[in-house]
């Protein structure tokens, strides 16, 4: 009874999901088990677990588009959106982000391990139907734990329902949770469907949970563990790289293409309004853009050329020339991904130094480094109050970037290695005369050479999708990235060239590790504060 009234505590204090799922159809209902009962129960169990954390639309501090913001490929100009202050070093351990994100997980851990160990009280007339939930359940609380082992390292990890006693108990040290997550995450993913559902197609099955596993693999720095899951992926033909890369990140693919492996639908929100054009796009006419999360010119700068090359080491024009005229000779991904002075949005040329043009860089709404994202921002939304629009979590070329890495940081860069990253340069649109990576140019290639070209290979394909921090921690180049001015555009005045300036940041060596917020520590005698904080 102990456990259950813990849970329940949990669960009263948790997000509107949990709420409306305990919505009691008996009034008078007191146990578990008498709103807990029905196949459809275990159903809305999974939505909400997923809606609350992962697939609202609405959270902004979570929707993996608005998460580059907390790295160099971004600025976000709301502090409340817990991305800015990130970036640019500005916090401690009174900051709100650290309990925001702490508590959201750690809340939800609560409720998914009563929902688990009661899997087996409602009635299903098909047993698979409920051994199916139950490991979208399981692989969810995978999917939390692995998320907060990044980002705190040692954190309190329980499997069961959380008692008082329990609850107390000092945290488990990063090894000792990633010793039993892994092995028992590929056995929940092994136990699940292999094919994507036709209703319920957010949930995980068998290989999107195992890509997720695989991310983290490459995270952790187990790199034979993620080739051998990106090879299993690659080899149970179930997806494919779409043909056109910009139509992935539009209406004209975002619901077709056979790329996506773990997706946020319009199902796994109950189909309620997307907001990715008002959260990304330019301050236009209507007045519906943002601008909340905009490009920096560190990653304008990050896409090479068509041939596949350095801006600063091209044959072709001098980096200035480059910075001046980003739309020089460049793979083609820029500008699927990014609008910058000169494009048109809607109607109209984007003229940022206009005080007349709506995309003017100074307006309140507009973006501070001259350039937006594409990618998400379908003009069809533009006069609209929202959108459909889906949204890759994880997509099949992640998959191949990441055998390509894990071999190359293995120092075993085979042919399979090399063909992933051609078939991600193929699709992109470079020119393969100079950019397959199997040509002689490249084939005294060291282990830098390769581990430079894979990680700005990885920057530009994921742009705006959420990865870039997460990789600037694990590669450990957060101290130089992240202590640089966030820069915008740059033009020629008077003869000289001069680049909008941002903000400076600061990255120090113990923020690889988020501190934990000072109210946790008062709560949760178990925790310990992670150094320099």
Request: charged content about 25%; overall charge neutral.
């Amino acid at each position: 009874m102990k456990k259950f009234i813990y849970a329940s505590l949990i669960c009263a204090t948790a997000l509107g999901g949990c709420e409306k799922f305990l919505d009691k159809t008996d009034p008078t209902a007191t146990k578990f088990n008498e709103f807990f009962n029905t196949e459809e129960d275990l159903r809305r169990v999974v939505y909400s677990s997923m809606t609350d954390v992962f697939s609202g639309p609405g959270l902004t501090a979570k929707l993996p588009y608005m998460e580059d913001g907390k790295s160099d490929n971004a600025y976000s100009r709301t502090e409340s959106h817990h991305h800015q202050l990130i970036a640019n070093g500005n916090f401690n351990s009174n900051t709100q982000a650290f309990l925001y994100y702490y508590e959201l997980h750690m809340k939800h851990l609560g409720r998914l391990n009563v929902f688990i160990a009661n899997a087996d009280l409602p009635y299903v007339e098909d047993e698979a139907v409920r051994a199916k939930y139950k490991g979208v359940l399981e692989g969810i609380r995978c999917l939390h734990y692995f998320w907060l082992v990044s980002r705190w390292e040692n954190v309190p990890f329980y499997l069961e329902p959380a008692d008082i006693e329990s609850a107390t108990q000092p945290s488990k040290t990063k090894d000792e949770i990633l010793s039993v997550l892994f092995p028992m995450a590929e056995e929940i993913a092994n136990k699940l469907p292999p094919q994507t559902y036709t209703a319920d197609s957010y949930m995980f099955n068998k290989f999107s949970l195992k890509a997720v596993i695989m991310r983290y693999y490459l995270y952790f720095g187990r790199y034979a563990d993620a080739a051998r899951l990106a090879k299993e992926i690659m080899d149970s033909g179930k997806y494919e790289l779409h043909p056109n890369y910009g139509d992935l990140f539009q209406y004209k693919a975002d619901k077709t293409n056979k790329e996506f492996i773990f997706t946020m639908d319009m199902e796994s929100h109950s189909n309620s309004a997307t907001n990715s054009f008002q959260h990304l796009a330019p301050q236009y006419r209507t007045g519906n853009g943002q601008s909340f999360v905009v490009p920096l010119k560190s990653l304008v700068d990050a896409y090479w050329t068509l041939q596949g090359d350095p801006i600063d080491k091209s044959t072709q024009y001098t980096k200035e020339q480059y910075e001046l005229n980003p739309k020089l000779n460049r793979d083609p991904r820029l500008a699927a991904s990014i609008y910058m002075p000169g494009d048109m949005f809607a109607t109209e040329a984007i003229n940022i130094y206009d005080p007349n043009n709506p995309m003017y860089y100074e307006n309140a709404r507009a973006s501070r480094s001259g350039f937006w994202f594409r990618k998400f921002v379908d003009q069809t939304d533009a006069f609209k109050t929202g959108g459909n629009m889906h949204f890759p979590y994880l997509r099949y070329a992640e998959v191949l970037l990441t055998y390509a890495e894990a071999k190359i940081m293995l120092n075993q860069v085979d042919a399979l290695a090399k063909q992933c990253i051609n078939d991600v340069r193929r699709r992109a649109g470079l020119d393969m005369a100079a950019a397959d990576v199997t040509l002689a140019k490249y084939a005294g290639y060291t282990q830098q050479q390769w581990t430079d070209l894979i990680r700005n290979e990885r920057r530009i394909e994921l742009a705006g999708e959420g990865r870039r921090y997460d990789d600037i921690i694990r590669w450990r180049i957060a101290e130089k990235v992240l202590n640089e001015p966030a820069l915008g555009h740059t033009r020629m005045v008077n003869g000289q060239k001069v680049t909008l300036k941002i903000e400076d940041r600061t990255f120090r060596p113990n923020n690889y590790l988020w501190p934990f917020h000072e109210n946790s520590l008062k709560v949760e005698p178990g925790l310990k504060q992670n150094p320099g904080y």
